[in-house]
């Protein structure tokens, strides 16, 4: 198996650590299970990660592989592809990072889009000396049109949705996850994008699938969860404001039928995406909205707001989740600072008018 | 090229032609330019086109393809898939017969999930006759995310919606296109479908396009007909009720970022799609959660309704369309029974308060 949580990770973000496109990078240091033994990125090369996030200290960063030996003293097992690039096609420096790290034995883990298995040269490096090639976004093949099944699952699913892009719907998934596991509920995260997939070592890259079978890959999550758990936890991906992407958001919502669902949002962002001409609207006319697109298919009310409150101070981040509890009614927390807890507790309560035998 | 309006086709229907899975079937012979020869149904052999469908007692329908060369006197140009099989593979009988049309040097036109460009049986045959295998739903490769461009393009761009599949999205767009054009319009059918697609011999097969590239693909095609269009005709697919395809749907109207919807349905459809436990709403709700749903983007009001009132009389035709002209507000019409006038008057109306320029 290519994904084992104990295999030691560079992550490439040559160039952006930090930035708005290292998504899947910070993702896997502040969630995934593997070790993660350095980052690749020349600009920020002498720091640690915690001089850029904030947590960390243990981790370097670094701009080169043979940097990442001299430090382990042993070649690390996989380079994580930890940023996109513009314009969607790979930049020949980074070509030559991912040949050098095959040529060492080093696996890749590639969530882009472009599929590095089909690349003859990449995969000639890998073959040669025995490395493998994760494409994560590579979907499993023959998906099925969604039957409808996932609406009599006796789990309580929740999805999480949100304005944009990029605003925490793993996140919050992730945290409380945590928290229920914690208290010994039998809950269960569901990858839904390359970095939760990267995370977990499993889940249905969403916004790869053929748009036929978007929400028959969704059901399939949430079938196969069902089997063993009482709480699933949904990723969500993109946004129904989002014009790009708005259709995986709708498929994901119709093929994993949640009971409820969790919006979240981020401060300080006017629009969503970029260049659309959608400016970002308010917390009740975005609950209407998607309370109003889940019930054209199953009512699934929004039971609580994850504010994420990155770069505000203490007082801010406070002011502004009463404020959002204020507009909405409901319990509103940023789960990265303050933890999941009362996210969880919003969510059991709301278990108890459910109709169907859940289990929590 | 493949596609040539000239070339004769056959039309594969085995065994279901007129019933509910030979949808590509009718729309190709009501609405191709192609001459087509005969349909290949052994369960109506010997009968015409007209004993099922009710149109066209010119076209024989055969249960070999040896009787239409003996028609003929000579092989048709095409075989054309018109019927999609049961569970996606492709049944052992047609492959007889696909092999066997490739073998004499026809062309295959195939509009199924399944890419027969990828069976290497049916190349090998192909290639020893010269025969070229077109597989319609194949999209073009590396369609981009959407920009959001197409809010700002100058013409008037129409998409059809729906209660459901097959309830007559294509067909409304083909028959305003025909009757603007009549009337001297620079209008344009934009095919999003595989049957769009072999009438028009170009177009995006969306429900077939990576989930990401859906609304980029919608986007693309409205980009380019309004380069030499002034009234845009984009087909519609599956349904917002639809909860195997909405996402389909959705990326469909977030990338084409329509003026306006026209919204259809077909009597006596009480659920959406089968085993989706979702009934078919009312006209008033359908209206009130496309255009809440379009307006997260951008405003499209839904402008007039069109009624497939298949198997009616025409008094209750006419009332069915009454009833739903006092439910809506709206003028509502059959444009396969009455024409597509007065759905185009509608749009033209419409048009007039566009505060874009728009040209028609």
């Known amino acids: 198996m290519v994904y084992h949580p104990g295999k030691k990770l560079v992550i490439l973000a040559e160039g952006c650590f930090g930035k708005k496109g290292s998504k899947t990078a910070i993702g896997v240091i502040r969630y995934g299970a593997n070790p993660v033994a350095a980052v690749l990125d020349s600009s920020h090369a002498g720091q640690t990660v915690a001089d850029v996030l904030g947590i960390r200290p243990d981790i370097p960063i670094v701009s080169s592989l043979d940097e990442v030996e001299s430090l382990l003293g042993t070649t690390a097992d996989a380079l994580v592809i930890g940023i996109a690039p513009r314009g969607g096609s790979l930049p020949a420096a980074w070509k030559d990072i991912i040949k050098d790290a095959l040529d060492r034995g080093m696996d890749v883990w590639n969530g882009l889009h472009l599929m590095m298995t089909e690349d003859p040269e990449l995969m ?59 208290r010994g509920i039998r809950a269960l995260f569901c990858p839904t994008g390359q970095t939760g997939i990267m995370i977990k070592g499993w889940g249905v890259p969403i916004d790869r699938v053929i ?12 079938l196969e969860a069902a089997e063993d758990n ?23 919502m119709h093929g994993t039928m949640p009971d409820h669902l969790v919006l979240c949002y981020q401060v300080g962002r006017p629009t969503v995406g970029d260049g659309y001409g959608v400016n970002t609207p308010s917390l009740k006319e975005m609950i209407r909205v998607y309370e109003t697109m889940a019930a054209a298919v199953k009512p699934s009310p ?24 204020a507009e909405t009614g409901l319990p509103s927390d940023d789960v990265v600072r303050y933890g999941a807890d009362r996210i969880l507790d919003a969510i059991l309560e709301a278990g108890k008018t459910l109709s169907k035998p859940a289990r929590t």
């Open 211 to 222: 748009s036929d079978f978007v929400a028959g890959g969704a059901e399939k999550l949430v």
């Open 302 to 325: 929004v039971i609580a707001i994850v504010v994420n409150t990155w770069g505000m101070s203490d007082e801010e981040a406070r002011a502004e989740l009463k404020r959002a509890e």
């Open 124 to 182: 000639e490096h890998a073959q040669r000396s025995g490395a493998v090639v994760w494409d994560v976004r590579k979907p499993q093949p023959n998906l099925p049109v969604s039957s409808g099944h996932a609406r009599h699952v006796p789990a309580h699913v929740i999805l999480a949705v949100g304005s944009d892009c990029s605003v925490g719907k793993m996140t919050v998934m992730l945290e409380v996850e945590k928290v229920a596991t914690q």
């Open 230 to 252: 009482d709480l699933i936890l949904v990723e969500g991906q993109g946004s129904l404001f989002h014009a790009g992407y708005s259709g995986v958001t709708l498929g994901l």
